[in-house]
């Protein structure tokens, strides 16, 4: 690739981007300004790994959304590029539109009835509490008719009506 070395024209200039890769395109940029991965990591506050993964485009080893979309932001504003350019570079490469993806990422953490375990423990646990309660009304009833108790022996002589 040697539109790397002509500066930042080949990234706003007439030609296409489709046809650039993000990933070298960020790596020509650092080691042209002479900085390490670790330079950049220190400054942007994402890991050497994460960098090193976004350089060689490997998509399964980075963050997911709005994360992504942060790390590309944040490298791209510290070499001094078009963040919004590099966004779109992104998008296409990566084979998702990280706009689509920071809504589900934001919806899924926050909207507790689409995580499948959390619902499922919530209705067996409502499940069990009332389970119980009706055991213990069955055996209150039960007991109330074989006169193990009396109304008034538990303060609830108002409730006679009802079994009468």
């Known amino acids: 690739m040697t539109q790397l070395n002509s500066g930042t024209s080949d990234v706003s200039g007439s030609d296409s981007l489709e046809d650039k890769n993000l990933g070298l395109l960020l790596k020509g940029r650092r080691e042209r300004k002479g900085l390490s991965v670790n330079d950049?990591?220190?400054?942007?506050?994402?890991?050497?790994?994460?960098?090193?993964?976004?350089?060689?485009?490997?998509?399964s080893a980075l963050p997911q959304g709005f994360v992504l979309k942060g790390l590309v932001r944040k490298y791209a504003r510290f070499l001094g590029e078009d963040e919004q350019q590099m966004l779109d570079l992104l998008a296409r490469q990566s084979g998702a539109n990280v706009n689509k993806q920071e809504v589900t990422s934001l919806q899924s953490t926050t909207d507790?009835?689409?995580?499948?375990?959390?619902?499922?423990?919530?209705?067996?646990?409502?499940?069990?509490?009332f389970i119980i309660f009706l055991i213990l009304v069955v055996i209150a009833v039960y007991g109330y008719s074989r006169e193990w108790f009396t109304l008034e022996e538990i303060g609830l002589e108002n409730l006679r009506n009802l079994f009468s």
């Open 112 to 129: 507790f009835s689409t995580h499948e375990g959390y619902e499922s423990r919530r209705s067996g646990t409502g499940t069990w509490i």
């Open 40 to 59: 950049v990591s220190n400054q942007i506050k994402f890991s050497s790994a994460q960098i090193i993964s976004l350089e060689a485009q490997n998509w």
